[in-house]
Structures are given as C-alpha cells and as structure tokens.
C-alpha cells in the first residue's frame, strides 16, 4: 500500500533539501520537518520510518 504525503510535508522537505544542498540548514527547518512527519505518521498510523523515507524519496528522487 502506497503512503499518502499531503502537500505541506512534500513543501517542508523540499525546502529542507534546498537548505541542504545549500549548505544552510537549519535546525527550525529539520525540526519543522521531522514534527510534521511525526504528527503525519501519527495521524495516519503508519511508521514515521516509512513516512520519513517515502517523503525524502519523492522529494529527493522524483522520477524514481
């Protein structure tokens, strides 16, 4: 079964990426990343390991 990322968590870690690559993470924009994907996996019962992975994954790797 495929896991469903709302549009906000896509945003959160699509900025983060940019940060990263940038060389200018910050700790607002990682731990605004990682609560949404906290209360995301919390909301929808499913592993926040999965969650984290399957949002880093379309983000980080879109045509994959």
Known sequence: MAIELTDELIQL???????????TLTVGTAHAVQ?????????TGESRFEVEAEVKKRVRNPGA
Not at 13 to 23: K, L, N, V
Not at 35 to 43: D, L, M, N, S, V
């Open 13 to 23: 870690e699509a900025a983060a990426w940019a940060e990263i690559q940038a060389g």
């Open 35 to 43: 609560a949404a994907i906290t209360a995301h996996a919390k909301a």
